[in-house]
């Protein structure tokens, strides 16, 4: 199986497979080169029914800080043929989501450190979520002028649509803990050692499940959960784009990377 | 802004508009008088994207307990050219209830004391939810003979199906930490200074959250949760009508204001 | 109220239907027998309104231990005309948990020993569940090569995907503390005197509720919460046939049967 240019590092073992997000010096930041090795990762799963569970991480102390804010700027600069390359990107997010969520093996995730935006995604389709206490969960978007366009959804299934929504508004900041309390992660961690026993005891229990038995009570469950999904996400990465391009979302980045706060942070903004 | 014939008690704070729901001597019980002026104040949010964030309370140490009998009982009494009256007034909380949820504005309620049907269904709709532990949260619907018809829909989203049933069904109080357990509030404060000062930093949050970004977070997770919402709520409306109708309310509002036990409380009823 | 053969024990108490699993032996493992005997009492819960509470509990120490293999296996010996028996009788149970989930009556459910597969579904649908401490709550179905069909979709209503797609995945055990966190279970008892009280106390708070209203509440509640449950059912019998009459269905039974771990259980398998 290939690393997808380094941005992850890939270990096999057995019928295990270890998935570790690559990019330390960014925070594991989602560039759209992640994005598509992990879809390439899990189009490979699919195909190998000796893969039985994928074990999700990141390198550095971080699972990972959300989108690369670089590949939007350069999604922007090369719009093209009528479709909208920053919906195109967006979208393309979805669709790792959807196939982490809809994969016929177990995915568990190992959240520490930053698991924000594309990351706090990724921690809401794993099948089994592991958080440590000092985990740090976040949607920034509103933050930065814009919206958690194809992560909503899978926020919305996992949390509910009350606490989706006061993270998506407020911004707030949830650590292990509360992210247990809410339903986000499944297992709390004190720390890492505390999480990889609990992963090791975890992988025991997937093991003793029927490969193609879990993957039906999969599918079962997510069917029983999901209206179309695919319009949902077609239609918030549309919304998304604008969003993506507009002039709040200019000012949120540049406030971002300048360590300042935005012009709508005042009392009577 | 018009303060609603002082049923409300409005004051602006930059961005800011608290409102305070002004019926102390009543607990704060929902006329529909006050749910006009309520429906008036989101309809002057919508129109003004000066106003950011909205936090409701209720003076006098209540949030609000519930619809008021009185209104119910005139209602009854105007029957006239086909439509329900009952039905109509029930329908225009649930008008009240949908304005909250889809605010563009971020909306915070402060639960203390008595947050019972009607005030339990606000409590439902806000974006973010802080409660007082020795807040006293009830649906006591069917303890009058009625049901929670209009808040229903709005109670399961925000529970899911089974504690909404759990707690229409038996009734049962819920206090400010259970509230927060079953994900009814999102922050719990031992005190009303407590409460207050998370509101405050909560308030910094929003603040920090570009407001149309914000608004378009809402709506995505809206969408991504709701079947059609309007057509229950019609269906419930009509229900609510025929209950508020049966000699069972009748009973049970007699029981309620006379202190007693309605006939159906014993054993072998 | 007939007794279905002994394979219940049921006692009334003014408008209280007390309803044991009554084959200790099996620790009330769900025979076709069991299923039919309870369709028949809320059958006749709905044709008799002074019926207004059930509570279901089972005899010697546990609630119910799953499905009866040995049923499963009768229906495959005797295929017949074209419908298939194991998907029938897989349907029936799930015709029973929508008769729970949707009866006029209030139903309590008293949790402790093994509450599994079908067992854990009965605890789903209940309006009230009590669990103890000790109860160990588990979906062993993908272990046995089988899968959770009639019950998933009442298991994603009750604790939404995140924790039903985790207990279907992993066959993890939760105790009575963590069914109540996660949802499952709505009161925490320390054993099984305190359950009863509890009990006790929640059936008066019932009996305050007018029947009409509460019956009322309920149907709201449940339209709420549901796309059309019916043809999810469906599906997931003729789904849950396909799995019985499997090899690995075959050997996660006679693993079970034999106490041996099944041949899926190997790092490399």
């Known amino acids: 199986m290939k690393d997808g240019d380094g941005v992850l590092a890939l270990h096999r073992e057995g019928n295990l497979l270890r998935v570790e997000l690559n990019r330390p010096e960014r925070r594991n930041a989602m560039s759209l080169s992640m994005v598509e090795a992990l879809l390439r990762v899990f189009a490979e799963v699919e195909a190998d029914p000796s893969l039985r569970i994928l074990l999700i991480s990141g390198r550095g102390g971080h699972f990972c800080a959300g989108g690369d804010v670089a590949d939007m700027a350069g999604a922007a600069a090369e719009a093209s043929d009528g479709t909208d390359p920053i919906a195109a990107l967006n979208r393309r997010f979805g669709d790792l989501l959807q196939a982490v969520e809809g994969s016929r093996a177990a995915v568990i995730a190992l959240c520490e450190g930053a698991v924000m935006g594309g990351g706090f995604g990724l921690a809401c389709v794993a ?15 509103t933050s930065l002028g814009i919206t958690p366009a194809q992560i909503a959804p899978f926020v919305v299934r996992r949390l509910g649509l009350s606490q989706a929504r006061r993270l998506g508004v407020t911004g707030q900041v949830v650590d292990g803990r509360e992210a247990v309390n809410i339903g986000l992660a499944h297992i709390l961690a004190e720390d890492r050692a505390a999480a990889d026993a609990m992963i090791r005891h975890s992988i ?20 029983a959960a999901q209206a179309d999904l695919a319009p949902t996400l077609d239609a918030a990465a549309a919304e998304f784009a604008g969003f993506a391009r507009s002039e709040a979302a200019a000012q949120g980045f540049a406030a971002f990377l300048g360590r300042q706060p935005p012009p709508w942070a005042r009392e009577d903004a």
């Open 127 to 141: 099948d089994l979520t592991v958080a440590l206490a000092s985990a740090r969960f976040r949607l920034p978007e």
């Open 204 to 223: 025991n229990d997937i093991r003793r499940c029927e490969p193609a038995a879990l993957a039906a009570t999969k599918r079962l469950m997510n069917r």
